[in-house]
């Protein structure tokens, strides 16, 4: 089983520390090192995965691999947007960590070139600023439609899976969603139940995504785009 640490970084970006039976490490998303050094403290650090091509994803990356030896993957359609790619990935690659691997899973919408990193033996995966928990990214580069089929994508995954977001947004994202959806009384349980805890919201399930989650519950592109459009002149 891979053991999963979130890091705190910039104003409310996750990287997340992942480590494999035996010792081989990973960090999804160093947005910045400094905060996930301190984090992991001594020891190896084998590959770092990113999402996508935003700063607040990538920042730390290349300090992260010359203090490490780290390799780094990410999309390969991005690569020229990317810090250096060592390993290249299209959709459905994998890359082993330990016993373990992470399979790539192209997931445009946020950006052209998105990527999740899905782990089947864990049940697990990284969903960037695709997926949030209660939430999707914006539309900055791709389609609705593409938005659409990516979630769809990761709604496929099974039900029990762990969904480890970029960024912390859940409580707003539900405050959102019980205006979508007034009737909906998990997205209001969901929401008491993680405003009362005060803590790190993450993970969620998809099983929890598929009752709370207004935008991967959108039953088209269109209603997607009009949910994602009403969000965007929320903020
Ligand atoms: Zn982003
Ligand atoms: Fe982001």
């Not at 995965?49 to 700063?55: G, K, R």
């Not at 409580?171 to 005060?198: C, K, M, W, Y």
Request: glycine content about 10%; proline content about 8%.
């Amino acid at each position: 089983m891979l053991r999963v640490v979130p890091v705190p970084v910039l104003l409310n970006n996750y990287a997340y520390i992942v480590t494999a039976p035996g010792g081989a490490r990973a960090v999804v998303d160093p947005g910045e090192a400094g905060p996930v050094l301190d984090v992991m403290g001594e020891g190896r650090l084998d590959l770092i995965f990113l999402t996508h091509h935003h700063a607040d994803h990538t920042g730390g990356a290349v300090a992260l691999a010359r203090a490490t030896g780290a390799r780094i993957s990410g999309a390969a359609a991005d690569a020229h947007r990317l810090p250096p790619l060592d390993l290249p990935l299209q959709q459905g690659d994998t890359v082993p960590l330990g016993p373990e691997h992470l399979c790539a899973l192209e997931t445009p919408g946020h950006t052209s070139g998105g990527l999740s990193f899905y782990a089947p033996q864990s049940g697990l995966v990284f969903t960037g600023d695709t997926l949030f928990l209660a939430g999707c990214g914006r539309l900055f580069e791709g389609t609705a439609e593409q938005m659409f089929r990516s979630l769809q994508r990761l709604a496929a995954l099974p039900p029990q899976t762990r969904v480890y977001p970029g960024h912390e947004y859940t409580l707003d994202n539900l405050a959102f969603g019980a205006r979508v959806e007034p009737e909906n009384t998990a997205i209001q349980h969901r929401h008491n139940t993680l405003r009362a805890s005060g803590s790190p919201t993450v993970p969620g399930t998809l099983a929890e995504e598929q009752e709370t989650n207004v935008f991967l519950r959108a039953p088209s592109a269109q209603r997607l785009a009009e949910i994602r459009a009403r969000k965007d002149a929320s903020a």
